[in-house]
C-alpha cells in the first residue's frame, strides 16, 4: 500500500500527466511522421567579386571604374548563358533571379544575375551539384525545402499521438494503482509551435521542420489529452 501511495505522489509531479479536479486523467506527449518531399528550392547567383578584386589588383593606376562595369556585366552575362545552357541540357525547371531589383549597377537592373531551379528529389539535386563544379563565378545555396502538402500529415501524426498516450495512460495508471477510462478531451499543446516550427520566410507553415543535412521534412505536434479516472 505504502508503494502504490508513492508512485501516486510522484505521477502527481510529472510535467505532462496530472490528475484534474474534475476526475480526469491528463497526459500531454510529442511525436513527429516525416513528410514526402515536394520539391528542392536552389538559388544560383553569378558573382564577380573575385574578378574584379583581380582587376583593381592587377592596376598600376587607378582603373576607369566604367571600364570596370563593362567588362563585369559582359562577364555576368557570358557565365548566365553557360550556367542556362546546363539546367537546360539536365531538364530542370527553373526561372530568372534577382539578388537585388533594386540595385543602381546597370548589369543587375538589365538582367537577372541568376537562377532559381526546382530540383524534386535529393538524387536529381546531388546529381546537379556535382555537375555545377565545372562552373565557376557560380555561388549556390539552398532556399528551403517544399513539403508535399497531398500527403495527409496531419492524420498520421495524430494516430501516432493517440497510441502513444494511450500506452503512456495505461503504464502510468498501473503503476499508481489506478484504472483510466475513454479519452473525453483532446486539445493541441502550446509547445507544438515552439518546438517543430520555422522561419516564416520560407513559406512554411507552423508545425514542420526542415533537415537540411538529410534532405527530409517532419510534421511534429504536441497534444494534450484527457481520459476519464474510474
Do not use: W
Not at 520539391?39 to 570596370?68: C, H, K, M, W
Not at 539546367?87 to 543587375?108: I, M
Amino acid at each position: 500500500m505504502t508503494t502504490k501511495l508513492c508512485l501516486f505522489v510522484l505521477l502527481l509531479t510529472l510535467p505532462n500527466v496530472f490528475f484534474a479536479q474534475s476526475k480526469h486523467l491528463e497526459i500531454t506527449v510529442s511525436d513527429t511522421v516525416e513528410v514526402p518531399v515536394k520539391a528542392i528550392l536552389y538559388q544560383l547567383t553569378i558573382s564577380t567579386e573575385l574578378y574584379e578584386a583581380g582587376f583593381y589588383e592587377n592596376q598600376e593606376v587607378a582603373p576607369d571604374t566604367r571600364a570596370i562595369e563593362k567588362a563585369r556585366t559582359s562577364l555576368i552575362q557570358q557565365k548566365r548563358q553557360e550556367l542556362e545552357v546546363l539546367l537546360k541540357a539536365n531538364k530542370l525547371q527553373f526561372t530568372p533571379y534577382r539578388t537585388d531589383l533594386y540595385a543602381t549597377s546597370p548589369s543587375y537592373r538589365e538582367f537577372s544575375n541568376g537562377f532559381l531551379v526546382t530540383l524534386k528529389s535529393k538524387s536529381e539535386f546531388l546529381k546537379f551539384y556535382e555537375k555545377l563544379g565545372s562552373l565557376d563565378y557560380v555561388t549556390g545555396n539552398i532556399v528551403t525545402i517544399e513539403p508535399d502538402t497531398n500527403f495527409d500529415f496531419e492524420s498520421k501524426v495524430l494516430a501516432k499521438l493517440t497510441t502513444k498516450a494511450e500506452q503512456q495512460i495505461t503504464k502510468l495508471s498501473k503503476a499508481a494503482g489506478v484504472k483510466h477510462g475513454k479519452i473525453v478531451g483532446i486539445v493541441e499543446d502550446g509547445n507544438t509551435a515552439n518546438f517543430y516550427g520555422y522561419a516564416e520566410s520560407y513559406g512554411a507553415s507552423i508545425g514542420f521542420s526542415i533537415n537540411y543535412n538529410s534532405f527530409k521534412i517532419y510534421y511534429g505536434k504536441s497534444m494534450k489529452f484527457m481520459y476519464e479516472l474510474l
